[in-house]
């Protein structure tokens, strides 16, 4: 088993299900509510709920909804936090002159898109780190309302967390050791969804 795992689930094992959960759901909305959340370990804090809950014979539908709900909590923190500066987001730092340049493209990006696309970006960027933290934070600061911020980004937690949980039941160490695939392979089945419809749709005619 991997080390680090392994320390997490032998500090862990005797603790009560009340203490295990409220330190994942705690790990879990910083990582996407605030900046410092990036260094976070978001998929590996499922994959030790996953293999806790197998471990004890706890329902996985506990850790679940309290990953999903912890996660979609902290996100939807981001979002506020950058509509109510209607900038970047960003600390003021000596990173943020370098860091802003790319984040004003991103929010210039979204602004032109439909809602349809958006919502697709929202719910994409919540499978991987660091644009879990950000794309939340950036969407505020763009404008993109709540009524289309909250529903994909409830969805795409859920939707997430069951992921990631019920393959560490099923699989143990395995997922916990290509943990990292996940998000890659959900972006590759967005990316080539799109592919097809862009294939699909008819030529404008002459």
Same mark, same amino acid.
């Given at each position: 088993m991997d080390p680090v795992v392994d320390a997490v689930l032998d500090q862990v094992g005797g603790w009560p299900a009340a203490l295990v959960l409220g330190a994942a759901a705690l790990v879990l909305a910083l990582e996407s509510g605030v900046l410092a959340g990036v260094l976070l370990p978001g998929s590996t804090t499922l994959v030790v709920?996953?293999?806790?809950?197998?471990?004890?014979?706890? +329902?996985?539908?506990?850790?679940?909804?309290?990953?999903?709900?912890?996660?979609?909590?902290?996100?939807? +923190?981001?979002?506020?936090?950058?509509? =109510? =500066?209607?900038?970047?987001?960003?600390?003021?730092? =000596?990173?943020?002159?370098?860091?802003?340049?790319?984040?004003? #493209? %991103? #929010?210039a990006w979204l602004t032109a898109r439909s809602?349809?696309?958006?919502?697709?970006?929202?719910?994409?960027? +919540?499978?991987?780190?660091?644009?879990r933290t950000l794309?939340?934070?950036?969407?505020?600061?763009?404008?993109?309302?709540?009524r289309l911020v909250a529903p994909v980004v409830a969805a795409s937690c859920l939707g997430w967390a069951?992921? %990631?949980?019920?393959?560490?039941?099923?699989?143990? #160490? #395995? %997922?916990?050791?290509?943990?990292?695939?996940?998000?890659?392979a959900a972006v590759a089945v967005l990316a080539g969804a799109l592919l097809v419809r862009r294939r699909l749709r008819p030529l404008p005619r002459p």
């Open positions: 709920l996953g293999l806790w809950s197998a471990t004890t014979g706890t +329902h996985p539908a506990l850790p679940v909804a309290v990953a999903a709900a912890a996660s979609t909590a902290g996100a939807l +923190h981001g979002w506020l936090r950058g509509s =109510r =500066r209607r900038d970047t987001g960003l600390p003021l730092g =000596r990173l943020r002159p370098r860091v802003e340049p790319a984040v004003r #493209q %991103v #929010q809602p349809g696309r958006t919502a697709l970006l929202l719910a994409t960027a +919540h499978w991987a780190a660091v644009t794309t939340p934070r950036v969407a505020g600061g763009a404008g993109v309302p709540l069951t992921t %990631v949980v019920l393959l560490s039941r099923r699989f143990g #160490q #395995q %997922v916990a050791d290509d943990a990292g695939w996940v998000p890659v």
